[in-house]
């Protein structure tokens, strides 16, 4: 039986708030270019993979995720958009991605840290880089002081969830150093959410007791941000080894 969670997010182009625009920033502030070696962990369908090959032509991008479907999606994509070439997939567990030591010049990470925490997704990836490299990740913060009960009370689901201080905190604990963060706009939540909610709207009908749940999560989700959006961002952090 397929997981109720991939029945919903199956076909989404982004499964984090995020946007070509926040991606094409942030390899900006990492300062990549020529023919750098790339990791998107935690790709997904792979958007910020693609718009890392689109961005820089000598560039070669090898997305890492778990699960299989999503990195056929990217390839699929990838094919159309005559970007194959330089783009690799591997299904794998990003705490043990297998890269060889010393060889990545950029480790992105859009939405996925979280899984491995902060500071032990840093740690374990850090022995990966090439000299000179960096990791550029997006992280949930709080961004009002007190935040809602109601946003407190959903991201209890996300207990070391904290502030922007509260990660760069972690990042230096980790052994490295912000070359830049900043708060991504309000409207690369949309991008993420909009689709989402639409295609959770159009699974309703059909919906077994099991999907229907995730579906009631999603539309949560959605609201949530519509109501509460201003307790909460996406915020992109580049560090590098201190
Ligand atoms: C919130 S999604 C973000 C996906 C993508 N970066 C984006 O912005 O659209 C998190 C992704 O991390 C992947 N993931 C979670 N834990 C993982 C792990 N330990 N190893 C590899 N992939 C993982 C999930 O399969 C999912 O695709």
């Not at 990492?30 to 790339?38: D, E, K, L, R, V």
């Not at 500071?119 to 850090?126: A, C, F, P, Q, V």
């Not at 990740?137 to 007190?146: A, M």
């Not at 989402?196 to 999603?218: C, K």
Request: charged residues 25%.
């Amino acid at each position: 039986m397929t997981d109720p969670i991939f029945t919903l997010h199956q076909g989404l182009l982004r499964e984090a708030p995020g946007s070509d625009a926040t991606t094409l920033r942030t390899l900006g502030e990492a300062g990549i270019h020529g023919a750098a070696q790339i990791a998107d962990m935690g790709s997904g369908p792979g958007a910020a993979s693609l718009v890392a090959l689109r961005a820089l032509p000598e560039a070669r991008v090898t997305a890492v995720d778990h699960h299989g479907p999503y990195l056929e999606t990217l390839r699929q994509r990838a094919s159309a958009a005559g970007l194959s070439a330089r783009l690799s997939t591997r299904q794998a567990d990003m705490a043990d991605p297998g890269f060889a030591q010393g060889t990545l010049d950029l480790i992105l990470c859009e939405g996925a840290l979280y899984f491995l925490g902060v500071e032990d997704g840093l740690r374990t990836w850090r022995p990966l880089l090439a000299p000179g490299g960096r990791i550029a990740f997006s992280e949930v913060i709080w961004i009002r002081k007190q935040p809602d009960e109601a946003a407190r009370l959903f991201w209890m689901e996300y207990p070391q969830m904290t502030n922007r201080t509260g990660v760069r905190a972690r990042v230096e604990a980790a052994g490295f150093r912000v070359v830049s963060d900043f708060v991504q706009p309000k409207s690369d939540w949309e991008d993420y959410l909009g689709p989402l909610g639409t295609r959770a709207e159009a699974l309703r009908p059909e919906a077994d007791e099991t999907l229907r749940a995730v579906l009631e999560g999603a539309a949560e989700e959605v609201a949530l941000f519509r109501r509460w959006g201003d307790n909460y961002a996406y915020a992109v952090f580049v560090v590098e080894p201190a």
